[in-house]
């Protein structure tokens, strides 16, 4: 079976960092496009960034530029998300997903990825 398990997520103030991993497993991980998503409550899940199978190709939400970073460690099968000078509407519960196509745009919409993490909580407040 497909896992992915998110962590790192918490409680920080305006302008902090934080970093959340996503470990994998059930999966040949070099081989997968991964991508982190955000979901605040009452909106719908909305892409943050990508990563291709190699790491060579990343993308972000405008919202994000500049501020996030995505990259994948493909020894250890995980994928991190560093995010910096955090703000409130930074709020919400952060998914790691996956998808084996690797034609697959990194900037795919949720529907797009196929296996899911439950989630991990990130709240900034000011």
């Known amino acids: 079976q497909v896992h992915l398990v998110e962590s790192g997520g918490g409680s920080v103030q305006a302008g902090d960092s934080l970093r959340l991993s996503c470990a994998a497993s059930g999966l040949t991980f070099s081989n997968v496009v991964m991508a982190w998503f955000r979901q605040a409550p009452g909106k719908e899940r909305h892409f943050v960034a990508g990563i291709s199978w190699s790491g060579d190709r990343t993308e972000y939400a405008d919202s994000v530029q500049g501020r996030f970073t995505i990259s994948r460690d493909n020894d250890k099968d995980t994928v991190y998300l560093q995010m910096k000078v955090l703000r409130p509407d930074d709020t919400a519960i952060y998914y790691c997903?996956?998808?084996?196509?690797?034609?697959?745009?990194?900037?795919?919409?949720?529907?797009?990825?196929?296996?899911w993490g439950q989630g991990t909580q990130v709240t900034v407040s000011s």
């Open positions: 997903a996956a998808d084996e196509d690797l034609f697959l745009n990194v900037r795919a919409p949720a529907y797009e990825f196929d296996y």
